[in-house]
């Protein structure tokens, strides 16, 4: 271990959705103790489902020994109690839904219910860690730790460091990031979006402008830039698979925030989040998912 850094082997991860059970999966894959939790119950067994259907796919495929996947099992729990969950933390990352109030009060909670010692972080893909900072005594271990989707399949992580983040935080969590088989990038100072979410807004702002406009629909627009571009996929699959409520909720808390309404959703978008229709989630979005019986 690097001088200078925490030593994490428990960690808690809040929001057991698509993105949270994915990160406690991958966590608890690199040997750490996890305990994920969410106070919707039927989320709660879902990601549970996902975990016991998940590691003896691994083990038939001949990517994971028994043993390991029944050690992964056994260091991963599922609860809807926080102070059970966050009482024996040193690492925290938060994964609930992108509204600032949400974030606050929780990480207010969390940081009377942690150690001392305990890192709390946030896998906001926007929000930034200042915003939050406040609301705790222990300003200097809280940062921005960004997973992308699917985080168990996707290696990069933004660590972005905020004005009151200390170095040994960052260090601490480039180090877990590595150690869950990670690559991760470390952002010296905060910015709106960070690095992807900057670069890829600009393709999927264009692409809805370009649909709201009737100059093409979400497939002619997938297929010009995966074909043209060589993205790996379109922004309306990609809405599709983060969540397309998400980027309503991006759009309005920019949008709150500047009262520019350059950020308030389009309405393509606006009638998917009225209608629930968020993509994979929902089993429609830009696109239909038929949904397992």
Not at 81 to 109: M, N, P, S, W, Y
Not at 170 to 187: A, D, H, I, Y
Not at 254 to 259: A, D
Request: glycine share 8%.
């Amino acid at each position: 271990m690097n001088v200078g850094v925490h030593r994490i082997n428990n960690i808690c991860i809040v929001g057991a959705g698509n993105m949270g059970h994915q990160i406690a999966l991958s966590a608890a894959l690199a040997g750490f103790t996890v305990k994920c939790i969410d106070l919707n119950k039927e989320v709660l067994l879902k990601a549970e489902q996902f975990v016991i259907t998940y590691l003896p796919e691994r083990v038939a495929k001949g990517k994971l020994k028994q043993a390991d996947a029944d050690a992964v099992r056994a260091k991963l729990m599922f609860t809807s109690d926080l102070a059970e969950a966050a009482g024996e933390a040193d690492l925290v990352i938060e994964a609930v839904i992108e509204k600032l109030e949400i974030k606050r009060h929780l990480f207010a909670q969390l940081d009377r219910l942690c150690p001392s010692h305990t890192i709390l972080t946030t896998n906001s893909s926007y929000i930034v860690s200042s915003k939050v900072a406040d609301v705790t005594s222990r300003p200097e271990k809280v940062c921005n730790m960004h997973f992308f989707n699917p985080a168990l399949v996707m290696k990069l992580v933004e660590v972005v460091k905020g004005p009151h983040t200390s170095e040994k935080t960052t260090g601490t969590l480039m180090e877990v990031c590595v150690r869950m088989g990670k690559t991760p990038v470390l952002l010296q100072q905060e910015i709106y979006g960070f690095l992807v979410n900057r670069m890829l807004s600009t393709i999927k702002n264009e692409s809805i402008y370009l649909l709201d406009m009737g100059i093409a629909g979400p497939e002619e627009i997938d297929r010009a830039v995966t074909l043209a571009l060589g993205y790996p996929m379109g922004p309306f699959r990609l809405m599709d698979l983060t969540g397309i409520d998400l980027t309503y909720y991006v759009g309005m808390e920019r949008y709150q925030e500047t009262g520019d309404p350059a950020y308030r959703p389009s309405p393509s978008i606006v009638e998917k989040f009225i209608n629930k229709e968020w993509g994979r989630k929902t089993g429609k979005g830009f696109y239909d998912y038929p949904q397992k019986e």
